[in-house]
């Protein structure tokens, strides 16, 4: 299985904030990876797939790059509304396989 | 619009086995390219793919899960059926249904990116 090693596990920001989130493949996926972002009680949402490319609808104030066995989730200007975890994925090859997450809280 | 929809028992008891339903609209998985597939994730805790099953029929199972799980779809219902036998304690979790597959404006494409979810249904193992 390609393990999907995330960093940090927990960043505190500010509104207004940017915040970089990393995710490490342990083999190389190319651009096989998608970002998702769930809030507290909810099901996830896919943010960016194809590491770089934005879902329809998500604001543009959220961007990803990287390649290969490393890649980041960068979020501009932090919006209160922005405040939940965010997971990668890996969706190269067989089992697909999730980070294990970053809380973003309020500093 | 898409939506997903999970549905089955809330609560299951130790060595029972668990059935949940994902009922889907605005797709067809007689679509090229498309599937859905179950994701689950205990309390607190992060996202683990369990099954997926594509519009040929293709069936994929997580490896540590195999054993247990079986998957299946049923085309004119709109319906996916995940099983999990011998269900235990640390099987408590919230469990998502997800299209698989990306679309254009013309056709849709085999890539195993999930969206969307659906809202999720906890299952709690009694012991």
């Known amino acids: 299985d390609i393990q999907m090693t995330q960093s940090p596990s927990s960043v505190s920001a500010s509104i207004g904030d940017r915040v970089t989130i990393t995710c490490r493949a342990s083999?190389?996926?190319?651009?096989?990876l998608a970002w998702y972002q769930q809030k507290p009680g909810k099901a996830p949402k896919l943010l960016i797939y194809?590491?770089?490319t934005l879902q329809s609808g998500v604001p543009a104030r959220f961007s990803g790059s990287g390649s290969g066995t490393y890649f980041t989730l960068t979020i501009s200007s932090l919006q209160p509304e922005d405040f939940a975890t965010y997971y990668c994925?890996?969706?190269?090859?067989?089992?697909?396989?999730f980070g294990g997450g970053t809380k973003v809280e309020i500093k | 619009q898409i939506t997903l929809k999970e549905s089955g028992p809330t609560v299951v008891k130790s060595t029972q086995t668990l059935t949940l339903t994902c009922t889907f609209s605005?797709?067809?998985?007689?679509?090229?390219?498309?599937?859905v597939g179950w994701i689950r994730q205990p309390p607190g805790k992060a996202l683990e793919w369990l099954a997926l099953?594509?519009?040929?029929?293709?069936?994929r199972y997580s490896p540590s899960l195999r054993t247990r799980l079986t998957i299946s779809k049923d085309t004119s219902k709109n319906q996916v059926v995940l099983s999990m036998t011998n269900m235990g304690p640390l099987d408590t979790a919230t469990f998502y249904c997800?299209?698989?597959?990306?679309?254009?404006?013309?056709?849709?494409?085999?890539?195993?990116?999930?969206?969307?979810w659906g809202q999720g249904t906890l299952v709690t193992v009694s012991s």
């Open positions: 099953i594509y519009w040929d029929g293709d069936k």
């Open positions: 194809a590491a770089s």
């Open positions: 994925q890996q969706a190269h090859s067989f089992p697909p396989t």
């Open positions: 997800a299209r698989v597959g990306h679309c254009t404006e013309t056709d849709c494409f085999q890539v195993n990116w999930f969206d969307p």
């Open positions: 605005g797709f067809s998985l007689n679509t090229s390219g498309l599937g």
């Open positions: 083999q190389n996926i190319y651009t096989w």
